[in-house]
């Protein structure tokens, strides 16, 4: 057995290689449905918000734009928190990162019912509630593609639509809750909603292996035990005590031996040793998810800019409950209508590009053209049914936007810096959810009228519309250029 590079050996006699065993289905299914919950819960929780606005202005008697902060936070470290559990779940594996998540986000939640100003909110629910639940967002996401291959795309969608199920589900949770027990109440019970996300993150049980033959010869280090990678004894460098012996016949052979090793020195170097190992495995794995070079592109700083702009839609659903309930129509049916919406324009997005055969540039421009126009009409009527009607369209529109996440990215900087592009996508798209509602919260205290909020939205997604259509332009320009350079000289 040789060493060939670093990582590796390369055995002469049997090559093997540990590979995961991938379900398709069984027990797949159990962590199909354990990833649903924790996406409806998620969102469930970012998206009621709104509802709970009302009462903490009620309980706390201060501004708008301080209490939306709570929720802009929580909803911003959701989003933004992905290259930070993938780091974890690379070292310590997907179930424990579920399971540390819905611990640690439960019991931010839990302190939030002892909270006695919206300061203490802000950290107790934004903070820590928002990344620890961010973490178990992100890797219930990822942990569904690892259990499938030939079904993946419909484990994964049937996965997703629990984002929709949360809109719609846990809002009139939350709207009950607030009626039979109020504010502190309802935080005690939905902490105890992200606490059951430790069960569905149980249920992620690892994947088993199985050694097939490797092709290249090439067995990676850590995949083989210690008594497997070396024929030849270990000497511990740092070792206390060495004895040297001189032979007898001459004074210029001599052997080194390993005569005692203190056992305490050495389990504490061992100790130090996995400590620095596990920070190390973190910090390259978050660097593998912020590759800055990516924006030197400027169709790149273009993307960030349309999503930064398009978060936005959180603003919608943090005053639309407080909105309709000076218009006196039912705030919580509405929001669950745009959850329905939602999860529509996600299963409509796929017909349209692989059926229809529309192009991902041109579906993302019209969607935020009728998402800025939708948001301009909110406050142009004052009946249910109309504004059902809009908030249905809008959210259809946002649905697409949503699922045009990956696909655009990899339409503007490639496969092969997919995870760099979109993790800070979702880096910036969390950095507008936390600006968006305390700035037009601003504007509400300000000029007391609603209407500016909501036209402030529409001009936001239109001038998303105009970046994404110059996007269109220059990818035209850059894919003509690159076929002239193609074309043989006259």
């Not at 997005?349 to 229809?356: A, V």
Request: hydrophobic share 50%; aromatic share 12%; charged share 10%.
């Amino acid at each position: 057995m040789s060493k060939t590079k670093k990582g590796s050996l390369t055995s002469d006699e049997n090559p093997l290689q540990k590979i995961p065993i991938v379900p398709d289905g069984g027990w797949g299914w159990v962590v199909c449905i354990a990833s649903f919950y924790c996406n409806l819960i998620c969102s469930g929780l970012a998206s009621c918000f709104g509802i709970m606005l009302i009462q903490i202005l009620d309980t706390f008697q201060t501004s708008a734009t301080k209490i939306s902060l709570i929720g802009s936070i929580f909803t911003g470290l959701i989003l933004s928190c992905g290259p930070l559990a993938s780091a974890l779940m690379s070292r310590f594996g997907h179930r424990f990162v579920i399971i540390l998540g819905s611990i640690f986000g439960s019991f931010g939640l839990l302190l939030s019912v002892f909270a006695i100003n919206v300061e203490m909110l802000i950290i107790t629910f934004g903070v820590i509630g928002g990344l620890f639940t961010g973490l178990c967002f992100f890797t219930a996401n990822v942990v569904v593609g690892l259990y499938f291959s030939s079904r993946q795309a419909l484990a994964v969608s049937l996965a997703t639509t629990g984002n929709g199920a949360g809109v719609f589900v846990v809002n009139y949770i939350t709207e009950n809750l607030l009626a039979y027990y109020g504010l502190r109440g309802t935080l005690l019970m939905l902490s105890s909603l992200v606490l059951n996300m430790a069960v569905a993150g149980a249920l992620c049980r690892p994947l088993k292996y199985k050694l097939v033959e490797n092709t290249d010869k090439d067995i990676p280090l850590n995949e083989i035990s210690t008594s497997q990678q070396l024929n030849v004894p270990v000497i511990d460098n740092n070792a206390e005590t060495v004895k040297k012996t001189t032979s007898e016949n001459s004074l210029d052979e001599t052997r080194v031996s390993l005569m005692t090793v203190n056992a305490s020195d050495e389990k504490d170097k061992q100790t130090a040793t996995k400590k620095m190992s596990c920070i190390h495995s973190i910090i390259k794995n978050l660097a593998i998810f912020f590759d800055y070079e990516i924006l030197k592109n400027g169709n790149t700083l273009f993307m960030i800019a349309i999503y930064f702009l398009w978060s936005v839609n959180f603003v919608v659903y943090v005053y639309l409950p407080l909105y309709s309930k000076i218009l006196g129509v039912d705030g919580t049916l509405l929001i669950s209508l745009s959850g329905v919406g939602f999860t529509a324009g996600q299963f409509l997005l796929g017909i349209f590009i692989d059926f229809l055969h529309i192009k991902s540039d041109y579906m993302m421009t019209a969607s935020l053209f009728i998402m800025g126009s939708c948001g301009i009409a909110i406050p142009l009527v004052v009946k249910f049914y109309p504004l059902a009607a809009i908030l249905l369209i809008w959210s259809i529109a946002g649905g697409f936007c949503v699922s045009l996440r990956v696909v655009y990215t990899t339409l503007i900087v490639g496969f092969e810096n997919l995870a760099s592009g979109y993790s800070l996508l979702s880096l910036f798209n969390g950095i507008g959810y936390v600006i968006g509602p305390p700035l037009f919260g601003l504007v509400y205290d300000t000029t007391g009228h609603f209407a500016d909020v909501f036209y402030g939205c529409g001009v936001a997604f239109y001038l998303g519309s105009v970046l994404s259509f110059i996007v269109n332009i220059r990818l035209k320009m850059s894919a003509r250029a690159q076929q002239n350079e193609g074309l043989p000289s006259n």
